[in-house]
């Protein structure tokens, strides 16, 4: 379990007093990791219109080799092409995949919209067998909602 209106609540604080935008990408990361005990990796994609695809933004976690996701391309490029929240309690059991780490059991990837245009993810692998419930959907969806005003 985690406290869900309690991260909510620090998420509005980071972005109320925000003046860089990778510097609140990063904070929030941290806190998602450390208040959450089945997020192992949380970062942030952004999406780049121009290239088609994804750059890694910031993270907290794991060093990765994905530092560009072409669109459509695993769970991240799937989520920028339909825009729309991904949850794969079970990372086995699917095809269009990119692994990072063999440790990685699940994982959840959540767009963030701007004007209705997607401009970026998050980005959230587990070590846990399938983990999510709607807290953690409930949770990432608000947080990527409020996140649209720093792009
Ligand atoms: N597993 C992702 C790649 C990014 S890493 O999880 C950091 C995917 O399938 O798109």
New binding site residues.
Partial sequence: MFDKEAIKAQTLCFIENSTDRNTTLLEISKMLKNEVYHYD?V?FYLFDAAKDGLFLGP?TGAS?D?TF?PTG?????QVAQHKQPMVVQD?NAIE?????SIN?QS?I?VPVLKDGKFVAEL?I?SHSPAPFTTNDTELLEFICQKLSVLF
């Avoid at 391309?73 to 490029?77: E, I, T």
């Avoid at 269009?96 to 990072?100: E, K």
């Fill in positions: 990796w970062g993270y990765t994905h996701i391309k695993g769970v991240c490029g990372v269009n995949y990119l692994s990072c990685v994982e990837v980005d692998d």
